[in-house]
């Protein structure tokens, strides 16, 4: 599966950005896919996930409230909205996908994803 994250880019606090990940090959739709974000010097950070099935996304505690992430199947496309932006916010950001079975409860981990995309910088200003 090969993926491409979109949508990044120089926000002032407060503000708020759409992330984009598109897929291509595999089977979009037995997908579970992750959000994951680096910043300098840190290591990566678990963002938000979501399952085959589209159902109620994880997010990390942290960012609850503020992120969400959605899927939209038909576009084999899947997008992390990110408000009230914080400079802490400041990483790339990478979308992380793995095929899995219906009932898979996609996980926290990194390990967990066989296929990254190449991430997208997401600059807050303070």
């Known amino acids: 599966v090969q993926l491409q994250a979109s949508g990044g880019g120089l926000v002032s606090a407060g503000g708020s950005l759409r992330l984009s990940c598109a897929a291509s090959g595999g089977t979009f739709s037995r997908l579970s896919i992750a959000w994951f974000r680096q910043a300098p010097g840190q290591e990566r950070e678990f963002v938000a996930a979501?399952?085959?099935?589209?159902?109620?996304?994880s997010v990390s505690d942290s960012m609850k409230g503020r992120f969400t992430m959605s899927r939209d199947n038909a576009k084999k496309m899947v997008f992390l909205r990110m408000n009230r932006l914080e400079p802490e916010d400041t990483a790339v950001y990478y979308c992380?996908?793995?095929?899995?079975?219906?009932?898979?409860?996609?996980?926290?981990?990194?390990?967990?994803?066989?296929?990254w995309g190449r991430g997208t910088q997401v600059t807050v200003s303070s």
């Open positions: 992380a996908a793995r095929h899995t079975i219906l009932s898979h409860v996609p996980g926290q981990r990194a390990d967990e994803y066989y296929d």
């Open positions: 979501i399952s085959r099935s589209g159902g109620t996304p």
